[in-house]
């Protein structure tokens, strides 16, 4: 009897020290889990302060833009003018941007402006601006308007002056690295092709696509100038 009774305590024993075991390792695994459930929580909730605060800081570049370029990025006609953003082609935006960084393009406040941006920071920026459409700010001599139609479409054979349209198609909208010039201010085309060669610089290890235009801005006199930056100017 003696041992029987000795057996069953033993039993019982060992029972109690497979439940606590049980009951351990059960611990375990839920403190592992609420530490993994409180891990993701926290990385889920890092990633969103991070998607706010890029959301917020693009945001907040994009508004600077426009306190320059103008609200809905139509450009500025001061003394000064500020160019059209509205609906310009990206590749474009970001090859000037870099243009300002490598100091190819000369201008002390975009060179400030670019250094500082990302290189996916630039291309959410000229993204946004390409889907702006804002309407022309117009205010360009209408008497020109006609000879610069003609000068866009045609060119000027007897000087061997191609046309605009060939590069910045018929509808002035540019593609790829090719700029918009539709509705762009008349002032701006007039002062950056009067002064090409203080306005678009090259940098002879990466030259870029501004260099087409050096002779073409050369062969351009001042009459013919103001026409077609009075044609493209209206254009939407």
């Not at 003018?81 to 300002?100: D, S, V």
């Not at 400030?112 to 990302?118: D, E, I, R």
């Not at 198609?169 to 203080?198: C, F, M, S």
């Amino acid at each position: 009897m003696m041992n029987l009774g000795l057996r069953r305590i033993r039993t019982t024993a060992r029972c109690i020290e497979a439940h606590t075991v049980v009951r351990i390792i059960g611990l375990r695994l839920a403190l592992s889990l609420v530490v993994v459930t409180v891990v993701f929580l926290a990385t889920s909730r890092a990633k969103d302060l991070d998607g706010a605060v890029l959301k917020q800081s693009l945001e907040g570049k994009i508004r600077y833009c426009k306190d320059c370029h103008g609200l809905s990025a139509q450009g500025y006609p001061g003394f000064y003018p500020i160019p059209r953003l509205a609906g310009q082609q990206p590749e474009y935006l970001k090859n000037q941007l870099r243009a300002f960084v490598e100091r190819s393009r000369p201008n002390p406040i975009m060179s400030n402006v670019a250094h500082v941006l990302k290189p996916a920071t630039i291309a959410t920026i000229a993204t946004h601006f390409q889907h702006l459409n804002a309407n022309p700010i117009g205010g360009a001599p209408k008497r020109l308007v006609a000879a610069g139609r003609s000068i866009f479409e045609n060119g000027v054979p007897e000087d061997n002056i191609a046309a605009c349209a060939a590069c910045h198609g018929a509808d002035a909208t540019g593609h790829g690295e090719i700029p918009r010039l539709a509705g762009q201010l008349y002032p701006y085309v007039v002062k950056t092709l009067l002064n090409w060669p203080k306005e678009r610089g090259q940098n002879p290890a990466n030259p870029d696509t501004s260099f087409i235009m050096k002779p073409i801005a050369h062969s351009l006199n001042k009459n013919q100038i103001e026409a077609v930056a009075a044609y493209v100017s209206y254009l939407r």
